[in-house]
């Protein structure tokens, strides 16, 4: 090839590497010869329950329509949304999974010679979304792997527009508590969009993380970042959303594809919304399967970071590179975070305890070997 496409990428993009997902099932079953069905992933931090009955009951009376394009503005998940957050729709802005929403706001408020602050160890694509429309990713480091709030504050300037946080935090696990967030908010820049992504708030437990939508009527420069991928067991549909103010949501919609969420998962994600026992059961498997990784791993001797989300980042004191091979030998398959500064650590999944248990089985073997 005569032309070097990759130099004429912009040059934020040209530096970038792709994001690279848990590895699927179907990979592995190819790569080393094993049946599916017998393989155990814990490495997207899905939900091990499967998708909810009514979400299924609603994508089946969607089928018939998939002629017809989504309803563009989402009316009626927003509707619904906007009543559960107590809010307005127009508050409300709908993604492609909240990862859409994420890059809505970088391609809205990021430029060159702007930047954007986050923490060390927090979830890989804002330091992508920032760096790919060609603004400076400032990565505050962690304390204690968690998000140093003070020092965040400290990294603002005059240039920064966004500042992403995470509670809980992915890949730790880490969070901080109501009062953390007050001070937080109260002494950023009014002028700075704070993303307080809350993809994982359905796992807290009672009033220990704040909820940031509380905040959104005293801090108008506050968007809350949410999605249906995790408690909601809706990852494949990819539908998120985001709840800000008027004006910062009508911005967002300048920057917005048409149709970014499809019909299926508009339907399923009212559904879903109406499913209060599938939420609470997924709740409470989750806060079983934490209790019994958590136990598996205290027996084996092995430390972890505490977690609110619905994983567990395990310490093994060494570089897991090889120790996470022999783990897909075994059909587990489980997420390597060294590409987040973290070599010695393996996050983990909670499963359904049959599949805990495959995972600490198949550890206990590759740690005697």
């Not at 480091?141 to 809980?168: C, K, S, W, Y």
């Not at 307080?196 to 437990?205: C, F, H, P, S, V």
């Not at 499809?262 to 709740?283: E, F, I, V």
Request: with cysteine; net charge negative.
């Amino acid at each position: 090839m005569s032309c070097d496409f990759l130099a004429l990428a912009q040059p934020g993009v040209q530096k970038l590497s792709p994001y690279v997902p848990g590895k699927p099932v179907d990979e592995l079953a190819r790569e080393l010869n094993i049946d599916p069905a017998g393989i155990v992933k814990l490495a997207s931090n899905e939900n091990p329950l499967g998708p909810s009955p009514k979400a299924l009951e609603a994508i089946r009376g969607e089928l018939a329509e998939l002629t017809r394009y989504p309803d563009g503005n989402g009316f009626e998940l927003k509707r619904r949304l906007a009543e559960r957050c107590g809010v307005q729709a127009a508050q409300v802005t709908l993604g492609n999974g909240s990862n859409d929403v994420l890059d809505l706001v970088a391609r809205a408020y990021l430029a060159p010679g702007l930047n954007a602050v986050f923490s060390q160890f927090a979830f890989a694509v804002y330091p992508i979304a920032t760096q790919a429309v060609g603004a400076e990713g400032r990565a505050v480091p962690a304390r204690d792997f968690g998000h140093d709030l003070e020092a965040m504050l400290a990294a603002i300037d005059a240039q920064t527009r966004v500042v992403f946080v995470a509670n809980p935090n992915n890949p730790t696990g880490t969070w901080f508590g109501p009062q953390a967030l007050s001070d937080f908010l109260a002494q950023v820049p009014e002028s700075v969009l704070v993303v307080l992504d809350e993809a994982y708030i359905e796992y807290a437990r009672g009033d220990e993380l704040p909820n940031g939508l509380d905040y959104l009527a005293q801090y108008p420069n506050l968007l809350v970042s949410r999605t249906f991928s995790k408690a909601y067991g809706l990852a494949a549909l990819r539908v998120g959303y985001a709840v800000s103010s008027v004006q910062v949501a009508e911005v967002l919609n300048r920057v917005r594809q048409p149709f970014n969420v499809n019909s299926l998962a508009l339907a399923a994600a009212c559904a879903a919304l109406d499913d209060d026992d599938y939420l609470q059961r997924s709740r409470q498997a989750n806060d079983a399967g934490m209790v019994q990784l958590e136990e598996g791993l205290r027996a084996l001797g092995l430390s972890w970071i505490p977690s609110r989300g619905n994983f567990i980042a395990v310490d093994f004191g060494r570089d897991t590179a090889a120790l996470n091979q022999a783990l897909l030998r075994e059909g587990v398959i489980v997420r390597p975070v060294a590409g987040y500064g973290m070599p010695h650590h393996l996050r983990v999944s909670i499963g359904t305890e049959q599949e805990n248990s495959r995972f600490l089985a198949a550890l206990t073997k590759v740690l005697d070997a």
